[in-house]
């Protein structure tokens, strides 16, 4: 299988925490925008976007926000932030953003953002703006929920 696909994505690597769980990342919020899939991205729907392109099915993403507890199902709805391929989940490596560059040429400043989130999400979990989350990818199908 290729690196990077959903398949590979969506299975957690050894070295990173046993049950897939990536944390204390720091999420922003964003919308209004054209997605990288498509259609305009809706901030009335719980999304996210992360900094890597899934071909085909996307997979969900739980979303905890560290300072709340409360937890949200997500749609990939957008690539980034800051890069389009940094599938740090993969290797248990903290995300290329958080060291205040991009990968772009030249490299912009970054605000160390891990993933975004669309309002929707970021509401449901009590993020203003920008706060630390704790996400996972969901293996089996559910319907955006809050908890």
Known sequence: MPA??????????????PDGRQSNITA??????????????????PGVALPFRFAGERPQVAVTGKVSGKSVVCEIVDVGPWNTND?????????????????MN?????NKAGIDLTLAAAQAIAIDG???VDWEFVQSPLQPTVT
């Not at 922003?28 to 729907?45: E, W």
């Open 130 to 132: 920008k706060g630390l």
């Open 4 to 17: 990077g696909s959903p398949v590979q994505v969506q299975t957690a690597p050894s070295d990173a925490a």
């Open 87 to 103: 599938p740090y989940w993969t290797t248990g490596a903290r995300p290329q953003a958080e060291s205040g560059t991009d990968l």
């Open 28 to 45: 922003t919020v964003f919308g209004g925008q054209k997605s990288a899939y498509g259609p305009a991205i809706d901030d009335s729907k």
């Open 106 to 110: 030249p490299p912009r400043h970054t």
